[in-house]
C-alpha cells in the first residue's frame, strides 16, 4: 500500500509536469522550427498542381540581357503594357514598385498605356517604422499610376523563425475598420470573381497567417518580359489568363526560401501565383486552434500515462513507438483536409513522459524496497535454514538478490506454518474473502476423499457439520459481530463428536482484513461432562427442593410458635441456598440469551413479590420511576431474581416499620446511556468486615439482620455475576444518612436509545 501511494503521488508529479510542459511550450511555440521541417516534408507528399489560368510575366535574365540593367526606364513598361492590351488578359498584377516619381515625360507615357490596359493592379508597400511616431507608413505607386490602376494592394510576405516563407496575410491592418489592405491577389480574385473570397471571409482579423499549399518549382507557365513587350508572344496567348509581372532574375533582390524540400529560393510573383491558386481553390492549410492543437498533444501523452498503470516495460516501450508513429500519421492524415497540427510537442512529451516516469518509478521501488527489506530483516522470523553471504554489487542487483533471499525466506516460513498447522491437533481450516476454502490441514478434511482445499465454505459445512447444527453455524459466521462473552458455537459433526468452532480474522501486516482462520476444538468429553453436570444439578436441585417443600406444606396452617417458625425458616434458607447454588451454576454454563424488556416494570414485579414479607414486618417498599420508559436488553428471569435478592435483603435489614425506597433512572456513563437502579434501607449499613469482598461467595453478615432467615453468602454473589453477565455494573456503599445502599447500572437497549434518552 505504502508502495502503491508513493507511485501514485510520483504519477501524478510526472502526469502535471508532462501537462504543464506541452501547455507550455505549446503557448510559446517553443517546437516551431522543428515543426516546420515536419511541415516541409508533408507538404512535399502531395502538391497542388499550378493553376493553368495564370500566366507569369518574368523580368528574367534574358530581359536583363536585352534591356540593360535594373531598373530600366518606364517607357520600357509602357512598351509591355501596350502589348498587353491587345492580347486582354483577365486581370494583371504588376509586382514593380512605382512609388518614386521618375521622368515626367517617361511616367505620363506608362500612365497613358496602364490606363488601356483592363483591371491593373499596382502594389504598394510599407514602411517601419512610420513617421511621426506611426506604427508604420503607406507608400502608394505616385499618383498619374494610382489614378490608372483598378486597385491596390499589399505584397507583404511574411517569414518564420527559420527565414523561410510559408504563411501569408490576406490583409493588411485592421480587418472592417476602413482602413486595411487587401493582398494584392485578393484583389485580382475579388475584380476577377466580383465579391471577397472565402478565405478572406473567414478571417477574424487581418493577423490571422494562412499555410501556403506550394506547387512544383516551375510549374505555372511563365514567359520572357523582353519577349512579350518585343512582341514576339501572340495575343492570344495572354487572352483570359491572370497576368502577373515580376522579378525571377537573380540579383535582384525578389528570390526567397520557401517549403519546397530542395534548400533553393523562390521569385516573389511565383509566390504570389501560389498565392493566387490558393485564394481560387481555398485550400490553405489552417492551423489547427491553440485549445485543439493542446488537446491533440496531450492525448498521446495521457494515453501513455494510463498505461503506465495496466502495460509492463516491454508493451509500453512498444506503444511509446507506436504513439510516435501515429502522432506522425496524425499530421500528415490532417494535412489532406488542409489542416495542421504541429507534431513536435506531442513527440517530445512523449519521449520525455516515458523515461521521466521509469526513472521516479524506479527510484520509488527503490525506496520502497530499502525500507521493506530492513523491515523483513527486523521482524523475520528465525527458521532452520542456511543463508549465503551476498558480494559486492550495484545497488539495484544488490536489492533484486536481497529480495530474491527474502521471498525465499518467506517460502521456507510458509512451508514451515504450513506443516505445522497441517499437523495441528484439531481441525482447522482458512477461508479467503469469497468463502473459499484456502488451506485445510490434516484433520479438517478427515472423511473427505476428494479433499476440501478450494471448496466453498458452504461446501464445507455440509460435508463437516451435521444437519441438526447446519443453521446454528452458518449464523454464527454471518453475524457481523461477535458477542463478548462466548465467541463460539458449539456443533455436532456428521460423525457424532462435538466440536466447538471459533472464528477469527487474518490481517495483513497494514491491518487489512484477508480472510479468517476456523479452529475447531474437539470438546466431546467436555460436553458430555457437562451433561452430566447438568443432570447432577437437576437432581441436586429436586433433592434438596422437595423435602424443604415437603416441610413447608406440613407446616402450612398448623399454629405457629418458636419451634415451628425456627423449623419454616430453615426450610426457607435451604430453599434460597438450592436457588442460588444452581442459579451460579447454570450462569457459568449457559450462553446469553436476552430480549429488550422495561426496566421499571421488572423491578416492579420483583418488589411486588415481597410485599408479603414488608407486610409482615411494616416496612413499605417506594418505587420513584424516572427512566421514561427505558428498555434494556436482559435475560429477564435472571435479572428478575437478581432484583429480588437486592430487595430481599434490604427489607431483612430494615427496622421494623421502616421504608426501602427504590430509584430508577437514566444517567450516562463514558459517553454511553445507562439506566441505575438504586435501592436503599433504613438499616444499620454494610459492616466494615465484609464490605470489602461484599460480592464473593459465602460473604454474609446476618449479625444486623432484623429476619429470621438468614443468609447462606451466595444471593450477592448471584447477583454480581448475573450484572457482569448483563454488561453491567453493581456496588454496594453506606450512605452519609444511614443504612445501605446498592445501585446497579445496566446498559440501556442499543436499538431504543433515541427513543428512551
Known sequence: MRLRQRLVAEWLAVA??????????????????FDNLVYDQLAGIDRPDASPDILIVEIDEESLAAYGKWPWPRQRHAQLFEQL????????GFDVLLSEPGDSEDDQQLAQAMARVTNLFLPLHFVFPGSNGAEFDVRQPIAPFTAVATGLGHVNLLFDPDG??????????????????????????????????????????????LLLPFAERGGYQSISYAALASGEVPPAFVEDKIILIGATANGMGDQYPVPLGDGGTLAGVEIMANLYSAIVRDNFIRPVTFTQHL???????????????????????????????????????????????????????????????????????????????????????????????????????????????????VRDLRRFISDALRNLPDPMFITDLRGKVTFVNRLAQTGMEDGAQNLALDDMLNRFVSAEDLQDVKDY?????????????????????????????????????????HYLADITEVANAAQQREEVLQLLSHDMRAPQAAILALLDGREADETTGRIESHARRTLALADNFVGLARIDASEFSGEDILLAELVEEANDSLWPLGQARGIRCDVDDQSDGAFVHVEPSSLYRSFVNLIDNAIKYSPDGGVVTIRIRVTDLDGQPFVSVAISDQGEGISEAVIGQLFERFASDDTTAHSSIKGAGLGLNFVAKVIARHGGHIRGENPRDGGACFTVLLPMAPDLEDQAG
Open 16 to 33: 502535471l509536469l508532462a501537462s504543464g510542459m506541452v501547455a507550455a511550450l505549446g503557448y510559446w511555440d517553443s517546437l516551431s522550427r
Open 85 to 92: 492590351v491587345a492580347g486582354k488578359p483577365k486581370a494583371t
Open 164 to 209: 523561410v516563407v510559408r504563411r501569408a496575410n490576406l490583409c493588411f491592418g485592421e480587418k472592417h475598420s476602413g482602413a486595411e489592405w487587401p493582398h494584392l491577389m485578393e484583389r485580382i480574385y475579388q475584380n476577377v470573381e466580383g465579391g471577397s473570397s472565402a478565405a478572406y471571409d473567414r478571417l477574424d482579423n487581418c493577423e490571422q497567417k
Open 295 to 409: 488537446l491533440l498533444s496531450l492525448l498521446p501523452v495521457w494515453i501513455l500515462l494510463l498505461g503506465f498503470w495496466r502495460w509492463r516495460p516491454r508493451t509500453t516501450i512498444m506503444i511509446s513507438f507506436a504513439l510516435i508513429a501515429t502522432i506522425l500519421l496524425a499530421s500528415a492524415a490532417l494535412m489532406q483536409f488542409s489542416l495542421w497540427f504541429a507534431p513536435g510537442i506531442a513527440l517530445l512529451g512523449v519521449l520525455i513522459v516515458y523515461p521521466v516516469w521509469g526513472w521516479r518509478r524506479l527510484q520509488a521501488t527503490s525506496d520502497f524496497m530499502d525500507g521493506e527489506l530492513e523491515r523483513f530483516g527486523r521482524s523475520k522470523v528465525d527458521i532452520p535454514i542456511m543463508r549465503t553471504e551476498l558480494g559486492p554489487v550495484d545497488v539495484i542487483t544488490g536489492q533484486a538478490e536481497q529480495l530474491t533471499h527474502a521471498i525465499s525466506h
Open 477 to 517: 459466521l454471518n453475524q457481523k459481530s461477535r458477542p463478548t462473552r462466548q465467541d463460539y458455537v458449539e456443533f455436532t459433526s456428521s460423525d457424532g463428536r462435538i466440536f466447538a468452532m471459533r472464528r477469527a480474522p487474518v490481517a495483513s501486516d497494514e491491518g487489512l482484513l484477508r480472510g479468517y482462520i
